[in-house]
């Protein structure tokens, strides 16, 4: 009985800790730039149709996979039209076939966007952008900054970048 016990053990120790070294399917990224800092999660596309499926069209999204991607910007800032004080916030975007809605909101630590919908009325900007069709896609997500004059978005076949100014 004890040998089967201490076989058990062992095997659920091995499962556990084979479990613990799977690389994440979407791991945490930071992107820095002089004045912004980027910490989102990365998802593949892995043959999948991403905008218009994986994310719908018209729906809000966390720009990022699991927790909700942040952005800090160390100066005030001018993004896309809209001033912006220095600080951390929550990414979201409303993708469509043609422009986006890039969103900033000042509520942090959100998990995904389902709790959007509460609190919408913390957006700081909503900007819109249009849609450039890229030729080679992206097979991860990608958000960066172009020496602190946009911020760049880019999945699939799509990229979306909102213009700064300093």
Known sequence: MKKLLVLFLAMFATAAFA???????????????ANITVKYGQPSK??????GGLEQYGKVWRTGANAATEITFKKDVN???????????TLFSIPEEKEWTVILNSELKQFGAFGYEKIKDKNVAEVKV?????????????????????????????LVSVPLKW
Do not use: C, H, M
């Open 19 to 33: 479990q613990e070294r799977k690389a994440p399917q979407s791991p945490t990224i930071t992107s820095e730039s």
């Open 79 to 89: 993004f896309g039209g809209k001033p912006v004080k220095a600080g951390t916030y």
């Open 46 to 51: 892995r043959g999948r149709v991403i905008f």
């Open 130 to 158: 249009p849609v450039k069709k890229l030729s080679t896609p992206e097979e991860k997500l990608i958000i960066k900054s172009n020496d602190d004059k946009e911020l760049i978005i880019s999945w699939d076949d799509v």
